[in-house]
């Protein structure tokens, strides 16, 4: 189906939004999730000190926009949960090491979606999706504290409200992985600064994804990366001019649709005067 007002193309084939594209992998990985099972296998493969294989025989959930410490605790109506592991010293939250620096956070942020996850008995799996837009260090950082404390921290607490003793209690492996073009991909793998890749376990490429499940909307997606690459070549702009012009073209482009619909709505009013008259 196309649509006409769209210049004959689909919503589907215009959107820049990751949600699209990671609820479309959420219902091929349910339909069949043995290609990313694959794809899993190459990229941790790759990284000898993953100490997790994905098993082509085991039983996987898929999930998609999973609010993961938020639905766990209200699904078994545990309330404080900071009464039961200990209360924050202040009411910004509590002070939890990660690697070599302190964060101030409440435990278990409520609010904290994972674009897909996969669920197994000994792993599960976090997918961090990007389109045309880049990670930032503060997403960066909220998945290293998930990995290194939080997931394990809230089956732990979850395990121990529910009277379950600790030596009974079976950790699944947190792993993180980085879903992305194919063109930011080999951007990040060319740059002196490997901080980024650094942080997930593994990457795959919407492209590796379109190759796994022939979806063209994965080849969309791959897509992205490479046209805004390839717009701030053209013009010969700097990687950090390039967000602030895309921002002043959009404002530019706004007033211009603004001045148009005010000029339409003078028209119209002027029309209906003259009617009614």
């Known amino acids: 189906m196309s649509l006409s007002y769209l210049n004959n193309r689909t919503w589907a084939t215009i959107s820049r939004e990751e949600r699209v594209y ?52 209200a699904e078994w109506q545990i309330g404080e949960i900071n009464k039961m592991i200990g209360t924050p010293a202040s009411s910004e939250g509590a002070t939890v090491l990660v690697g070599s620096s302190q964060r ?21 799996i976090v997918f961090e999706a ?12 909220d998945l290293e504290w998930d990995k290194q404390f939080g997931i394990r921290a809230a ?15 079976h950790l699944p492996v947190p792993v993180v992985i980085g879903l992305m073009s ?3 991909y080999n951007e990040l793998v060319d740059t002196e600064d490997k ?6 376990d593994g ?7 379109y190759e796994a499940y022939k979806n063209a909307l994965f080849r969309r997606a791959d897509k992205l990366g490479i046209e805004k690459e390839t717009f701030r070549t053209e013009r010969g702009l700097a990687k ?23 000029d339409d709505r003078l028209k119209w009013r002027r029309k209906l005067t003259d009617t009614h008259l």
């Open 22 to 73: 990671c609820a479309e992998l959420y219902l091929e990985m349910r339909h069949d999730v043995y290609p990313m099972i694959s794809l899993l296998n190459k990229t941790l493969g790759a990284k000898p000190s993953i100490c997790v294989e994905p098993k082509e025989d085991a039983q996987w959930e898929a999930g998609y926009e999973v609010c993961f410490y938020r639905d766990i605790f």
């Open 104 to 124: 101030s956070r409440q435990f278990f942020p409520q609010k904290r979606t994972f674009d897909l996850c996969l669920f197994s008995e000994d792993a599960i």
């Open 130 to 141: 990007k389109a045309h837009q880049h990670f930032y260090e503060s997403q960066l950082s």
């Open 155 to 169: 089956l732990t607490t979850l395990a121990s409200l529910s009277g379950r003793i600790e030596q009974d209690v």
């Open 182 to 184: 194919s063109s930011y």
């Open 195 to 200: 901080s980024i890749l650094d942080r997930f």
């Open 203 to 209: 990457c795959i490429t919407w492209e590796e994804l």
């Open 240 to 262: 950090n001019d390039y967000r602030n012009t895309i921002q002043r073209e959009r404002e530019e482009a706004c007033c211009l649709i603004e001045r148009e619909l005010k």
